[in-house]
């Protein structure tokens, strides 16, 4: 990893690198499931492990077991990406009865290995292992707090899985007639979670060596152990076999006669094997010249020092008349040992050490003979926060690294009474300042524990903690921690980071949680680069300061040019192109550690800058803009001017203008490396958008009535002839009217002309010969209109004789009202019938002279005279007849000849009047 500084910093100050949470995250588990241990591979995959109470752990594809085994837990396994994003692969392993994962470590060839714990007659073990029978035992003595217990006993149970975790490369129990791998006696069991204490790790000839305890007597041990049988009670159980766990290669016991336990191992780079745990025998195995040979009573810590062919060469207690034990050891590349603990006595502080004198924890160096102390130290607070050790590590520089964990869970275990993480230190720049109480506590110490580079709490508001196991850091001061994390029944959460694999405690309990964080503690090289993006101009030089904890420096800048070992040096390249710049630091202290950074900078030559663009004015009346469409050739960086004191850095911008006018509109297109800008104007006229008017004109008075003129809704303003400033306006008047709107920007005008009122014509009646139309109209076209036979088209067609009347709106809008008089003609076959007698005497028989034979519609005309020449009749219809008095209404006429002519002509034939001349008597 690599920091740049554009801005450069303080070089008064100190130099603090932040560490760096890489990634926090829940396994998603849908069932309960308690964390209990994780560990890593050199990739920087994490891979932690738990207890699984049934069915829902998240599981991949084609993993060993994909089923829950049965009774109530079994191992939950999983493989986090090293940026904890995904699930590389995640598995059950566990028989019908409990199981639980205890520690782990991966090899060489990122194959997993676990050290764990089994009530399962049935657990997945491989064809020719080590053991192939659960031995069990009896129940533990340490109760059901942790969810489950082994109700009939427990082997050690060790694993060897494959790459892909989808077969078993080898599995064994490891166990006798008693319980095995358990812690399972008070005051030894001090913590929650220390029943399942016990560590596996990897030999130089990646071999797994394992520390654990047994109740059994009768375990294997090869010959010539330093410790052949069972001391009594519980003992510790060392042992190392093959990667196909089908061979023990070495085994002992180790333990007196009262209760002791092994938990932590560790290898030099010479082969020996050291181990460390806590005693309450006085009665150890001993060898070499003990840093202290007896224990101090009320319960020590024991370390052990073996060859690599399991022969005992070395031993020491360690503690104070209080209760003391060491939970993991460590080795520097010197071997001298360190061991981390608790401790209720006066355990002492050396001189020169960071120390909290009265902590509930211990760390302690001595050589690795274990014949001497190199020093001893406290840290905590005020001696009864009572932290549990849950990872430990002592760098090839020397830093001391230290993970572990305190709350209110802890006095669930054992000895513990209290326990709280509030009032730790912590240093200014801690990740996580604060603690509710129940959180871990990660801290480092410089070499030889001269001080505190740094310490921080983390996590949420659940009761943070670990049931029991062991987490590891990597030898770069990288942190891979298991947590039993977001207890409290959705109550309570867990910091995770954003896209982590889950963020989301699945169960309706806990959760295994895990995070990674690197402390960055050892040398740190990195470098400040004068430019900003990492481009640089062919014509500038750029300034290189070496930033970090090295004591020395090299600089090679990529491009052929001797070396440097400045601190600060400024280069100019000769060409443009991509350079590599490599900065090596060294510090040489109590290790030769060497960091390398690197950055690679992009050289160019200034660009060739051709700005241009098009404008385009639009707009509205409310708004006058131009829209900007630019062509420059060099940049994709604009810088707009738009000659209103505004401007823009878009591409292609439009702009709204406060009021129409001439603009001037500048573009600068920027190199930004070579900082250089190159310019184009235009000068836009941005005018005011037209407005049209069309009204409806002409527009027609009505008899006696006034018309509304309407210049349209929506305008700004109004301005009328007549001096109105309304939309609309009432005349009563013919003439021009003229109104003027404005809209925003923007004016327009018409002229509406109101006419006289307009005449009709009546509607001529109408005689309709047959085959004609007879279709009526009014003589013009209605906005709308009413017959009298109730239709409402501007014609209808008529079928009878009859008045037809309608009203109608005509085109100016006034009513209009007129009748149509139709007759329809009928043409006869026959000539006129003239009878020659009729007997008007009230018998109702020919009471009447009528002509026959004629069309009624047709015109007509009759006269009667008689034999003096006087007309005594005379009708003009053919329906109407005599009735033998004078003119129908005067005095009777006598009987006698009557003089007769009729003259008719048939409308619809179109032929010449008919004349008929003859005589009719009259009879009473």
């Known amino acids: 990893m690599s920091f740049l500084f554009p801005d450069g910093y303080d070089r008064s100050a100190t130099l603090v690198i932040d560490p760096v949470v890489t990634f926090s995250s829940y396994v998603g588990s849908f069932a309960d499931n308690f964390g209990c241990t994780a560990t890593y591979d050199d990739d920087g995959h994490l891979y932690g492990a738990g207890s699984v109470f049934g069915v829902g752990y998240p599981l991949t594809l084609g993993v060993l077991q994909s089923t829950f085994g049965g009774g109530t837990i079994d191992m939950g396994v999983s493989k986090f990406a090293p940026d904890g994003t995904s699930l590389i692969w995640s598995t059950y392993i566990g028989g019908s009865d ?8 991966v090899n060489s060839s990122n194959e997993l290995f676990i050290l764990g714990t089994t009530g399962s007659s049935n657990f997945p073990v491989t064809a020719g292992c080590f053991d192939n029978t659960l031995g069990g035992g009896t129940l533990p003595p340490f109760g059901g707090s942790y969810g489950f217990n082994y109700s009939f006993g427990s082997d050690i149970a060790v694993v060897h899985l494959n790459a892909g975790a989808d077969a078993l490369l080898g599995a064994t129990y490891v166990g006798g007639s008693a319980n095995d791998g358990l812690n399972q006696f008070t005051p030894l069991l001090r913590n929650y979670g220390d029943p399942f204490r016990g560590e596996i790790i990897m030999d130089a000839d990646e071999n797994p060596i394992i520390a654990s305890c047994t109740a059994s007597s009768g375990l294997f041990t090869t010959p010539g152990a330093s410790q052949a049988a069972f001391g009594g009670s519980l003992d510790g159980y060392i042992f190392r076999m093959d990667p196909t766990l089908t061979n023990m290669l070495w085994a002992t016991y180790h333990g007196g006669s009262g209760n002791d336990a092994a938990y932590g191992v560790q290898v030099s780079t010479t082969g020996d094997v050291y181990v460390t745990g806590g005693t309450l025998s006085t009665d150890l195995p001993a060898a070499g010249s003990p840093f202290q040979a007896a224990n101090a009573g009320g319960g020590d810590g024991w370390l052990a020092r073996y060859s690599n062919t399991g022969t005992l060469l070395g031993t020491t207690f360690f503690g104070t008349s209080g209760f003391d034990q060491a939970y993991f050891v460590q080795l520097d590349p010197q071997n001298n040992v360190y061991v981390v603990g608790q401790t209720t006595g006066a355990y002492p502080v050396s ?47 020397g830093q001391i690294y230290f993970s572990g964990w305190g709350g209110t869970v802890n006095p669930a275990g054992g000895g513990v009474t209290s326990s709280s993480t509030i009032g730790l230190p912590v240093t200014a720049d801690a990740y996580q300042p604060g603690t509710d109480g129940s959180d871990f506590y990660l801290m480092v110490l410089n070499a030889d524990a001269s001080s505190l580079a740094y310490a921080t709490f983390f ?142 900078i992009t050289v160019v030559a200034p660009i060739d800058l051709q700005p241009g663009f098009d404008a385009v004015p639009s707009g509205n009346c409310d708004a006058v803009e131009v829209d900007l469409f630019n062509t420059s050739l060099g940049s994709s960086i604009f810088l707009w001017s738009f000659g209103d004191g505004s401007g823009s850095t878009l591409t ?20 930004p490396v070579c900082a250089d800008t190159a310019f184009a104007s235009q000068t836009i006229d941005v005018g005011i958008p037209g407005l049209t008017l069309d009204l409806e004109s002409p527009v027609g008075l009505c008899d006696g009535a006034s018309v509304v003129l309407d210049a349209g809704a929506g305008f700004d303003a109004y301005a009328w002839s007549t001096g109105a400033q309304t939309a609309t306006i009432s005349v009563s008047e013919p003439g021009a009217y003229i109104v003027v709107v404005t809209d925003g920007f923007c004016t327009g005008s018409d002229t509406i002309i109101v006419a006289q009122p307009i005449t009709y014509e009546p509607v001529a009646d109408r005689q309709i010969c047959p085959g004609q139309d007879a279709t009526l109209s009014p003589p013009f076209t209605p906005l709308s209109i009413t017959w009298s036979n109730g239709l409402s088209t501007p014609t209808i067609t008529v079928e009878d004789d009859g008045s037809y009347w309608f009203t109608a709106i005509d085109p100016a809008g006034c009513p209009v009202t007129d009748t149509v008089n139709v007759v329809f003609f009928l043409i006869g076959d026959s000539e006129a019938i003239v009878p020659n007698v009729f007997t008007p005497n009230g018998d109702k028989v020919n009471d009447v002279y009528l002509v026959e034979g004629v069309d009624p519609a047709a015109d007509f005309q009759m006269d009667i005279y008689n034999r003096w020449g006087q007309r005594v009749f005379e009708t003009t219809s053919g329906n109407y007849g005599w009735n033998g008095k004078l003119r129908n ?36």
């Open 98 to 105: 409990n199981d639980l994962p205890h520690s782990m470590v």
């Open 351 to 397: 001189a020169g050490v960071y120390a909290n004198p009265a902590g509930s924890q211990f760390i302690h160096k001595l050589n690795s003979a274990l014949s001497a102390s190199l020093w001893s130290t406290r840290i905590g607070t005020n001696g009864t926060e009572n932290i549990s050790p849950s990872a430990f590590l002592v760098s090839d520089c």
């Open 459 to 600: 996590g949420g508001t659940a009761t943070e903690h670990v049931d029991g196991g062991t987490s590891r850091f990597d030898k770069d001061g990288i942190v891979y921690q298991a947590v039993c994390a977001g207890c409290g029944f959705g109550t309570t959460t867990f910091p995770t980071t954003p896209g982590a694999w889950s963020s989301t405690d699945n169960g309706m309990n806990c959760n295994l949680g895990v995070f990674k964080i690197d402390f960055e503690q050892n040398v740190q090289v990195n470098i400040d680069a004068s430019i900003s993006n990492l481009v640089l101009c062919l014509d500038d030089p750029v300034v290189l300061n070496a930033v970090g904890t090295a004591d020395a420096w090299l600089w090679d800048l990529g491009d052929g040019s001797p070396t440097s070992t400045e601190v600060t040096l400024a280069h100019q390249y000769a060409e443009p192109g991509v350079y590599t710049i490599t900065l090596v630091g060294t510090a040489i202290g109590l290790c030769v550690a060497v960091d390398t950074a690197t950055v690679q």
């Open 652 to 671: 292609n911008p439009s702009h709204v203008y406060a009021a129409p006018g001439q603009y001037t509109i500048t573009l600068g297109i920027v190199d």
């Open 889 to 924: 209404d005067g005095e009777t006429v006598p009987d006698g000849t009557y003089f007769v002519i009729v003259t008719y002509k048939e409308f619809c034939k179109g032929t010449d009047p008919v004349t008929i001349t003859t005589h009719v008597t009259l009879l009473r």
